[in-house]
C-alpha cells in the first residue's frame, strides 16, 4: 500500500504527496495549487519533491506549480530523477513543460518504484486526466467522495463515460480526490435516496471525523459505488428520484446525471 501524506490547502483542498517505495524520503505531489503548505510540509519532515502530477488546469490545482519549481524548499537529499519531474494532460494548458499525458500512457518512475496509468476523465475540465497505480487512483476533481465535479467544461454524457471508467476499478480502489466535500455531498446523496442505509452509516461517520477535524479522504471505489448517486444513474432510486426532479421521463444515464447534477449545483443541504 503507498505511503500518502495530506497536505492541506486553501479552505477544502487536499495536496497529495506520494512516498516512494524505494526511499520513502522522495515524494510526487499531486495537483499542488499552492506552494506554501507543500513547502514546509517537505521542510518539517526532510521529504524531497520529486516530481508534480496535475489532473487539470484549474489555479487551486496548479497555482502552486512555478514556484515549487523554482523553489521546492530545502532538500535532504537529490532527487534519483534529477530535475523535479513534471507530469500533466495532454489537452490543457498548465503551467512549466509536463510530460503531456493522455489515455493509455503511464508515468513510470524505476528509480522511485512508482508507476501509474493514466485514464482520460473529461467532464468538470474538457482535458482533465487520473493517475491509477498501487491500489489508488488520484481523480482531481472528477470523482468526489460522495459526489463528482461539476460540469464546467464538458457534457453529462462525458461524465457519465469517466465516473464510468472510475467505477470499473477494483473496489478495494483507494479515491485520493482533491476535496474535503464529503459531509455535504452525502447530505445531497439522502435527499435523492433518503432509504440510502450505507450512505447514511457514511454521513455519521464523516461528520464524526470531521468533528475531530480529520480527513474523510481517501474513500473507496467500493464504497463510493454505494453511496455516490453520481456513479448510480442506472440504479431504479436514483433514476426515479432524477425523474421526480424533472417532472419527465429519463432514458439515458446521462440524462439522469444530467439531471442529479443540477439539482446538486442548487442544493443547500
Ligand atoms: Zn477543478
Ligand atoms: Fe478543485
Redesign the pocket.
Known amino acids: 500500500m503507498l505511503e500518502i501524506t495530506p497536505v492541506r490547502a486553501f479552505s477544502d483542498?487536499y495536496i497529495w504527496l506520494i512516498h516512494s517505495p524505494r526511499d520513502p524520503r522522495q515524494v510526487l505531489a499531486v495537483d499542488p495549487g499552492d506552494a506554501a503548505p507543500v513547502q514546509r510540509t517537505l521542510a518539517e519532515r526532510g521529504l524531497t519533491l520529486a516530481g508534480i502530477l496535475i489532473t487539470h488546469h484549474?489555479a487551486?490545482?496548479v497555482g502552486g506549480v512555478a514556484e515549487l519549481l523554482r523553489r521546492p524548499g530545502p532538500t535532504s537529499q537529490a532527487s534519483p530523477l534529477g530535475d523535479i519531474a513534471l507530469f500533466g494532460p495532454a489537452r490543457e494548458k498548465v503551467p512549466g513543460e509536463p510530460v503531456r499525458l493522455r489515455e493509455g500512457d503511464r508515468v513510470r518512475l524505476d528509480e522511485l518504484g512508482l508507476a501509474f496509468e493514466v485514464l482520460d476523465v473529461p467532464g468538470h475540465t474538457a482535458g482533465h486526466i487520473a493517475y491509477v497505480g498501487h491500489g489508488a487512483v488520484f481523480c482531481g476533481?472528477t470523482l468526489f467522495s460522495g459526489g463528482c465535479g461539476r460540469l464546467f467544461e464538458g457534457t453529462p454524457e462525458q461524465m457519465t463515460a469517466s465516473l464510468g471508467k472510475l467505477a470499473a476499478l477494483p473496489e478495494e480502489t483507494r479515491v485520493y480526490c482533491?476535496?474535503e466535500y464529503t459531509v455535504s455531498n452525502l447530505k445531497f446523496s439522502l435527499a435523492v435516496e433518503p432509504d440510502n442505509e450505507d450512505a447514511a452509516a457514511y454521513l455519521r461517520e464523516c461528520e464524526a471525523k470531521r468533528a475531530r477535524d480529520q480527513a474523510t479522504v481517501p474513500s473507496t471505489i467500493g464504497r463510493e459505488r454505494k453511496v455516490n448517486p453520481f456513479l448510480r444513474c442506472r440504479e431504479q432510486s436514483v433514476k426515479q428520484a432524477a425523474e421526480r426532479r424533472a417532472g419527465r421521463g429519463l432514458q439515458s444515464e446521462a440524462e439522469v446525471l444530467a439531471v442529479i447534477r443540477q439539482w446538486k449545483d442548487g442544493f443547500r443541504g
Request: glycine share 0%; proline share 0%; net charge negative.
Open positions: 483542498n484549474h487551486d490545482h476533481d482533491a476535496h
